[in-house]
């Protein structure tokens, strides 16, 4: 899939993995994500473009590069998206946040919408949806979707762990948002959970289990 890209790092792969562990409690898994959340920052962000310009030194003059592109929003889907939030904006500060309130309904895994409030200027903005699950992909669709009715033009998903249906949902809604994930897993199990996936995200980050 095209637009599917598996971050492979070997920190990102190596926290990934102990972050799946069902032994891992909320404390440890808060910190894993958001140590993850910074790393998959650093990674989607090195086509970021930059200009020159030149810094006074105390020694002397230099050329030096600095980032020139539109500024970033970032959209955590809520709860999940919460755990993602603060690694990213250790490495990007002066983002803005939008923030979009969905929740899955059990019975027809459907996203149901309780919250949004976005910056007024989402237009102009590069925005990177976060969430750790993709699973049926219908609530990161929905986030996006919402977002195009709002006037974003240019839109980054950033998951931690995909099935193969949410991958393939984002590629057929929107095909002009690329994905970026930790792992893309098999499959969906008959609830909706993503196999071998990691649980549900939001009730680990909370510690609401
Ligand atoms: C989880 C997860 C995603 C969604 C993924 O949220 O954080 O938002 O499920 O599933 P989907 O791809 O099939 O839509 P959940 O509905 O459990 O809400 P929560 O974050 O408040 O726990
Ligand atoms: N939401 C989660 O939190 N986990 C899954 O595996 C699927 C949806």
Redesign the pocket.
Known sequence: MSNIHILEHPLIQHKFTLLRDKAVGAKDFRELLSEISMLMAYEITRDFPTKEVEVETPVAVAKGKVLAGKKVGLIP?????LGMLDGMLRLIPAAKVGHV?????PET???VEYYCKLPTDVANRKLIVV?????????????ITLLKEKGAKDIILMCLVG?P??AA?IQRDHPDVPVYLAALDER?NDH?YIVPGLG????RI?G?L
């Open positions: 889907i809520l709860r999940a998206g309130g969905l929740y899955r309904d895994l459907k996203p969430d750790p699950m993709l699973a049926t992909g219908g609530s990161a669709s929905a986030a099935a249906e949410g949902t969906l909706g549900d995200a939001g009730d909370f609401t």
